[in-house]
């Protein structure tokens, strides 16, 4: 059933699973599995054979809040949604009005692309077009890769605008 008490969400057909976080990408590597998701690339599963190493979401759920999701081109809190840079004043629009504050970026409910999947890696990416608040331009990577280490996971940006960009990620 859907968060919002309707039966049969939009674009589910009958019987149908509904996957709330889109497609998912799985990896795995020797007893270590994964599962990434397409809306803000978060790591939704992380298992050593049967045992759960996070504590993730089922694909029918929603994901709760921003649970294992990139936040970029700022984690945490931005308090009134404003902050300088390069010599400019920039208000974002504020995502917990409540609180005054723009929350975690621009991706983490977004989807991303998959860039490359293989048995024990998976790369997506994410274009973050100029918008209110933040008129940059910036190309986002994600990878995560398995092996006889465990899970390493990468996060890159590269600006691809005409002028320098603030950015963080988390």
């Known amino acids: 059933k859907h968060p919002t008490g309707r039966a049969d969400p939009v674009g589910a057909a009958k019987g149908e699973q509904v996957r709330y976080g889109g497609e998912d990408f799985p990896i795995h590597f020797g007893p270590?599995?994964?599962?990434?998701?397409?809306?803000?690339?978060p790591l939704r599963v992380l298992r050593h054979g049967d045992r759960d190493l996070v504590v993730g979401f089922r694909a029918d759920e929603l994901r709760p809040v921003y649970r294992g999701a990139v936040l970029a081109p700022w984690p945490n809190r931005v308090v009134d949604g404003c902050y300088r840079f390069g010599g400019a004043?920039?208000?974002?629009?504020?995502?917990?009005?409540?609180?005054?504050?723009?929350?975690?970026?621009?991706?983490?409910?977004?989807?991303?692309?998959?860039?490359?999947?293989?048995?024990?890696?998976?790369?997506?990416?994410?274009?973050i077009y100029p918008c209110e608040g933040y008129p940059f331009q910036i190309?986002?990577?994600?990878?995560?890769?398995?092996?006889?280490?465990?899970?390493?996971?990468?996060?890159?940006?590269?600006?691809?605008?005409?002028?320098?960009?603030?950015?963080?990620?988390g």
């Open 32 to 41: 270590y599995s994964a599962v990434v998701t397409e809306v803000g690339a």
């Open 89 to 127: 004043v920039h208000q974002l629009p504020l995502t917990e009005p409540d609180r005054r504050h723009a929350l975690h970026g621009l991706v983490s409910w977004a989807p991303w692309r998959m860039i490359d999947h293989t048995a024990g890696r998976v790369v997506l990416g994410h274009r």
């Open 139 to 169: 190309d986002v990577e994600a990878s995560y890769t398995l092996d006889e280490a465990g899970l390493t996971w990468c996060v890159s940006a590269h600006n691809i605008g005409d002028v320098p960009a603030p950015y963080g990620c």
